[in-house]
């Protein structure tokens, strides 16, 4: 059974900066994709960042330039660096893999974490 297990969130000020990890324990034989998504309330989930398994990334238009996404294969980790952070940037945050479990292709979900932007 695979398990996503994310941490780092936190309550921060306007301008300061948080990274997020998201770790996988378990067995899976390829990754095509791991991302972050986040949820504001009442407001549906959206897409931050995203990297393949190639190593190609893509970031939602509002975190350009302020979020990076990066990845360690050899602790099955994804990180997301958010830096300037504003208070728009408040949300729930859940990391989501693409991942091939027993030959099956899936999409597994993290628990999510609490990040506040706020003085």
């Known amino acids: 059974q695979v398990q996503l297990v994310e941490s780092g969130g936190g309550l921060v000020q306007p301008g300061g900066s948080l990274r997020l990890s998201c770790a996988a324990s378990?067995?899976?034989?390829?990754?095509?994709?791991m991302g972050w998504y986040r949820q504001a309330p009442g407001k549906q989930r959206e897409l931050v960042a995203d990297?393949?398994?190639?190593?190609?990334?893509n970031y939602a238009d509002s975190v350009k330039g302020r979020f990076t996404i990066s990845r360690d294969n050899f602790k099955s980790t994804v990180y997301l660096q958010m830096d300037s952070l504003k208070p728009d940037d408040t949300a729930v945050y859940y990391c989501?893999?693409?991942?091939?479990?027993?030959?099956?292709?899936?999409?597994?979900w993290g628990q999510g974490t609490q990040v506040t932007v706020s003085s």
């Open positions: 990297i393949t398994g190639g190593g190609s990334t």
């Open positions: 378990g067995m899976f034989s390829v990754i095509n994709a």
């Open positions: 989501k893999w693409t991942i091939v479990v027993g030959g099956v292709r899936g999409d597994y």
